[in-house]
């Protein structure tokens, strides 16, 4: 193993390359385009095949073709460009065609700016596309927790033949810090993959990978099939992280940069006397609901922390059920919460304040 | 530090090295012992991180920043203001200047050419061997030469700054000065220095007395970092 110090953003190109991505098709955007730079140089040193489209709609349709042929592919974009790809997304899901899909989280909407921001939340786990779907979304907090997300990214795609997303935003895109490589790679085992389309090998019927579902009974039988692998993906692969939660009476929680955040705020608070925790979810979808019902328990109120005006909130309410209060503190457009008014608001609430 | 300094520093290496906290504490070294200093951002490629985010900060403490105008500071464009020509030509004082990384960044320096002559300025190539790129001499080499040839200038010496973020150890640094300097024999360029985070600069001065070292105060901040904004 070697200590290297890498940027968020070129940690996804790196740990795409170790999970035995060799296809990667993207369209430069700021504050993500470091890891297309990065691909740029590294793709060719192991053959893989770096592609520059001419959008981001052409970047997602040869994620089609790449995956549909059975090979492990990516591409990447900050907000903007995700919408442009949703269309695709759907297609993609509809086929159920593993890939790896990352959104590099900007200030919007609409052109918005290049700061960092979480206003993508309800696109990455309600489905920002057309049509009944989910997908996985991942979101790791630090640059190490990037690396080995990529390739759990890239397994969950296989595994369940669906499309993964993994978000970030700006500053965990830019950001560096240490990570651990290992000096030999040794490329993962790949699924067989018998539905591609990659030659007929022997056989006599084709494989076709296709999204048009013209017959109603067959486009429902693909509805209820992708909704009992979401079932079996919501029971095994929920992922998050509880901090200090144990006592905790006040638990704040957010994904990603706002989770560094509300992390630093609760080991302030808790220099004060304050009984602080956290809750990080790692997957935003599956969401982990059962954390949060388990923590009102004990708990006596909660705070949700996010670079938007009030998205995951949502998700936490349901999940607490209305067992106890949650609040709600944001920042948004490109703004980053400050962590000592986030420490200002445990306080405020602590005290009785709403 | 004792080394001695052109008119003209200017400050490139591969993206990420820590050409901007060199840059920043490079500037307020000079400024400290009484010299009139410019501070240039000639960063057009990364949008975070970069000298102007440190502007009022640095204002504050007398050193003058020469960026884009208030609206454009966040954009996202490669703006570059008529003031940097007089800041590389000023009669007076120092030029520092910070450079965008590798071989694009550069091209921003190579419009400058025709005002940099061979005895005011020294370009240095900043080095963190902890970086994926720039780990061996052949790494090195290939960004080096890249920026050369889209700026159209010769580096003059290396600056040693390996280090692995807020997680850097005396070892680290130690291991990273070796390398660098190997690295700057067989290129045959001087060692101009090394960086250091200020706490572990007492000793690295106890094992390597005769390196210049450069104490660095980091100004480029996470928000976790910055933490409760006490003083």
Redesign the interface.
């Known amino acids: 193993m070697s200590?290297?110090?890498?940027?968020g953003n070129?940690a996804i190109g790196?740990g795409a390359i170790r999970a035995g991505c060799r296809h990667f098709f993207g369209y430069p955007i700021?504050?993500q385009s470091?890891l297309p730079?990065y691909l740029a140089?590294r793709m060719p040193e192991v053959g893989g095949v770096f592609l520059q489209a001419e959008s981001e709609t052409s970047s997602i349709n040869m994620v089609y073709g790449a995956a549909g042929a059975g090979f492990r592919t990516m591409t990447s974009s900050s907000s903007p460009g995700l919408s442009l790809m949703q269309e695709g997304i759907s297609y993609l899901v509809g086929a159920e065609l593993p890939c790896v899909v990352v959104n590099v989280m900007r200030g919007g909407p609409g052109l918005g700016?290049?700061?960092p921001a979480q206003g993508d939340y309800f696109q990455a786990v309600k489905g920002g596309g057309h049509g009944d779907y989910k997908l996985v979304v991942l979101a790791p907090a630090s640059v190490q927790e990037i690396i080995d997300m990529m390739q759990v990214a890239f397994d969950l795609a296989d595994q369940y033949r669906t499309p993964v997303m993994l978000v970030g935003d700006?500053?965990l895109g830019?950001?560096?810090?240490?990570v651990e490589l290992a000096d030999e790679v040794t490329l993962p085992e790949v699924p067989a993959k018998p539905w591609a389309a990659s030659g007929l090998k022997g056989r006599k019927k084709p494989n076709i990978v296709n999204s048009l579902y013209i017959v109603p009974e067959d486009c429902e039988e693909l509805n209820q099939r992708l909704f009992a692998k979401y079932d079996v993906i919501a029971a095994q692969e929920t992922r998050w992280e509880e901090y200090r939660l144990e006592d905790a009476e006040i638990v704040l929680t957010g994904f990603g940069?706002a989770a560094?955040?509300a992390?630093?705020v609760v080991d302030?608070a808790r220099s004060e006397g304050i009984k602080a925790g956290l809750i990080r979810p790692i997957t935003l979808w599956p969401f982990p609901s059962e954390v949060y019902a388990k923590a009102a328990a004990h708990a006596n109120k909660f705070l949700c922390v996010e670079m938007s005006m009030g998205q995951m909130v949502e998700d936490v309410r349901l999940a607490v059920n209305g067992k106890k209060p949650v609040h709600f503190y944001g920042r948004s457009g490109g703004m980053?919460?400050?962590?000592?008014d986030v420490?200002a608001e445990v306080k405020k609430l602590m005290a009785g304040g709403e | 530090m004792k080394i001695n300094i052109k008119p003209v520093t200017i400050f490139t290496a591969n993206?990420?090295s820590g050409k901007t906290e060199i840059s920043i504490n490079f500037s307020r070294m000079l400024q400290q012992r009484g010299d009139k200093v410019s501070l240039v951002d000639l960063d057009i490629i990364?949008?975070?991180?970069r000298t102007r985010l440190a502007k009022d900060n640095l204002a504050s403490q007398g050193l003058k920043v020469i960026c884009p105008p208030g609206h454009l500071v966040?954009a996202?464009v490669p703006a570059l203001t008529p003031a940097i020509r007089g800041a590389l030509q000023a009669s007076e004082g120092y030029c520092v200047c910070d450079v965008g990384g590798?071989d694009v960044g550069a091209i921003a320096l190579g419009a400058y050419r025709p005002y940099l002559t061979e005895d005011r300025f020294d370009l240095y190539f900043v080095v963190?061997t902890?970086?994926?790129?720039t780990?061996d001499l052949a790494g090195v080499c290939k960004i080096m030469g890249d920026i050369e040839k889209n700026s159209r200038l010769k580096v003059t010496g290396l600056v040693s700054n390996t280090?692995?973020?807020r997680?850097t150890d005396l070892q680290?640094m130690l291991e990273g000065y070796t390398k660098v300097s190997q690295i700057a024999e067989q290129l045959e360029l001087p060692m101009a220095f090394m960086a250091s985070p200020q706490e572990l600069v007492p000793q690295i001065k106890t094992i390597l007395p005769e390196v210049p070292v450069l104490p660095l105060e980091f100004y480029m901040k996470?928000?976790?970092e910055?933490?409760?904004?006490e003083e």
């Open positions: 200590k290297v110090l890498m940027k070129e790196e700021t504050p470091e730079h140089k700016n290049i700061a700006g500053i830019q950001m560096m810090e240490p940069t560094r955040i992390k630093s302030k980053v919460p400050l962590a000592k420490l | 993206l990420g990364n949008p975070y991180f966040n996202d590798d963190n902890c970086r994926p790129f780990r280090n692995l973020g997680h680290i996470t928000p976790w910055e933490a409760f904004g």
